[in-house]
């Protein structure tokens, strides 16, 4: 990689960790206010819902939006029908999966859901809030991350703001009065959001031939995701199946922790999105270089928070009440969860970028059959200590299987020389 390459490199990653900073702190307010006002049970039914709108998220849009980061980071002027096709995608995909994910909410939680609460907060994250999405990976194809950073900044706002209006014009927050006033503010983000797209893509318009012709590329990216929010978020419906709202909630407290302190990780890989697709076109070979540069601070960083973590989970009932108690112990064990995501992730980015996208989903999948047998064994016997042993194993067998693709593929490009 050239002096130049990093360089431009490095400043846009610092873009993206700037507002990713911001993106942790928003999110730990926003965190801390709503398990705070809605109580480790109410939050428990909300991260209930939360689990699903994660497993759906990646079928609202059927991975049209990486199609989009693909083609535009390779050529610019597909922009337009790019964004057109999927924003478009997204609004049919995501609203058929909010009406089916809340039934399934309601079906599926031991504990009463109610279908309203449910499909409001669905629509407003696979329709609307996936927006933001949508424009993130737009702009880090353009190689304009300064505004991709500030998308990720003003989401967080919106959320945070939702819940301090809430708190301000209810005497008791509710998940419906919260429900209600995020898909407000939601849909207002959504439209602000486009207008601003559309500007920058130079147009927007929708070529339907185009989306047919795509949806092979679109499948793969969107089942890769769907795998990866399978063995990341289904533990926590497995656990609202077997367990109590409130051992969902002191889970999901603790995952979330863990998550957050990845962000950094993650808007680095965000910020080289465009450039893993440009430089995949040469191999396998060339997207590992940018895998490499990544890792130097990817690994580094992450055993610095699994540090951070073991030491500061007791503070943990400080900030979010005493009701959280029982948390303490899964994040210690969640520490090292970003130590094994810097790897997979950073991986499995190089495979995408070289054109190995199917490879990397097939592997995805083979760790949600694992995930799966081992969350339904030991989920329903510890409860919440099974669902941060299931997400751990898991998470440790696809860097595993990453790591020998990237190998195996690696050695067979070389060999080929």
């Known amino acids: 990689m050239s002096s130049d390459t990093k360089t431009s490199l490095q400043r846009a990653a610092s873009k993206m960790l700037g507002g990713s900073l911001a993106v942790v702190v928003l999110q730990a307010i926003n965190f801390a206010l709503l398990a705070r006002s809605l109580g480790a049970a109410e939050y428990g039914t909300l991260a209930t819902i939360n689990s699903a709108a994660s497993l759906l998220l990646p079928l609202a849009g059927l991975g049209y939006g990486s199609v989009m980061l693909m083609r535009v980071a390779r050529e610019a002027q597909h922009a337009p029908v790019a964004l057109g096709n999927a924003l478009s995608v997204q609004l049919v995909t995501g609203s058929a999966g909010a009406a089916i994910g809340a039934a399934a909410v309601v079906m599926i939680s031991s504990t009463p859901v109610a279908f309203g609460v449910a499909l409001i907060v669905l629509l407003g994250e696979l329709v609307f809030m996936r927006t933001a999405v949508t424009a993130a990976q737009l702009f880090s194809a353009l190689e304009q991350q300064g505004r991709a950073s500030v998308i990720n900044v003003a989401t967080s706002c919106a959320r945070v703001a939702s819940v301090l209006v809430a708190i301000i014009v ?218 941060a042993l299931t997400c751990l194993a898991s998470e440790l067998l696809l860097a595993v299987i990453i790591a020998a693709l990237v190998i195996t593929l690696y050695r067979r490009q070389k060999e080929s020389r």
């Open 170 to 387: 209810s005497d008791r927050v509710t998940a419906l009065v919260w429900a209600s006033l995020f898909l407000a503010f939601s849909i207002m983000f959504a439209a602000a959001l486009i207008w601003f797209m559309a500007r920058a893509a130079g147009g927007l318009s929708v070529d339907w031939k185009a989306i047919g012709k795509d949806l092979g590329h679109g499948t793969d990216f969107s089942l890769g995701t769907l795998a990866k929010a399978i063995y990341t978020d289904a533990d926590k419906l497995v656990l609202a199946r077997f367990g109590t709202a409130a051992d969902v909630g002191t889970y999901a407290a603790a995952y979330r922790v863990a998550a957050m302190s990845f962000m950094p990780v993650r808007a680095m890989l965000d910020a080289a999105a465009g450039r893993f697709f440009r430089q995949g076109q040469g191999g396998i070979a060339q997207a590992l270089a940018l895998s490499r540069r990544v890792l130097t601070f990817a690994l580094p960083y992450s055993l610095g928070v699994a540090a951070v973590l073991v030491l500061g989970a007791d503070y943990l009932p400080l900030v979010f009440g005493a009701g959280y108690a029982k948390a303490i112990p899964l994040i210690k064990w969640l520490a090292v969860l970003p130590v094994i995501q810097a790897v997979h992730y950073t991986l499995s980015d190089a495979l995408s970028g070289a054109g190995y996208q199917r490879y990397r989903m097939v592997a995805q999948f083979v760790v949600v059959v694992f995930y799966l047998a081992t969350a339904l064994v030991v989920i329903p016997q510890f409860r919440a200590p099974g669902a």
